[in-house]
């Protein structure tokens, strides 16, 4: 994590397990959540922290499309930092991950999407097989892109 140039994750890529023969897991899409949605991501910014109660302020019909939608995802960034109670200035890649807000952001991320009840596994530019849990029924991998 000490490299400077390791890239900025901006989307989490989630792979749902299943039980269908040959097809163990499925890429979770947004229109799985919102049909309407022409998005393709999840999106992700581990340098703000982010808090349940910020996330649920708003309109309810958005609070899971504000994952997919650039334009919500940005709102709802700039609700957390220029928040009284919850300002902060955004951090390095490495310092969220010391902080612990990278998981903080995935819990939350997660939990909003599909509730608190899951499992899940990370791989990716930070992550490795190791550290896998179970925690929540799927599978997510997180990707700097």
Known sequence: MSNQNTPIPQTLNIYLKTNIAEYPYIKFKPTMIDPKSRETNVLFDPRIKLYKSQVNKGDPKNIKTQFFNSRLFTSLGNRI???FRYAQKPTTLQEAT???NVENNIDITLET?????????????????KDC???LPF?????GR
């Open 98 to 100: 010391e902080k612990g």
């Open 81 to 83: 930092l220029s928040s």
């Open 139 to 143: 599978v997510k991998v997180w990707s």
């Open 133 to 135: 849990y179970a925690k």
């Open 113 to 129: 999407l599909f509730g608190n009840i899951h499992r899940y596994c990370r791989w990716g530019i930070t992550f490795d097989e």
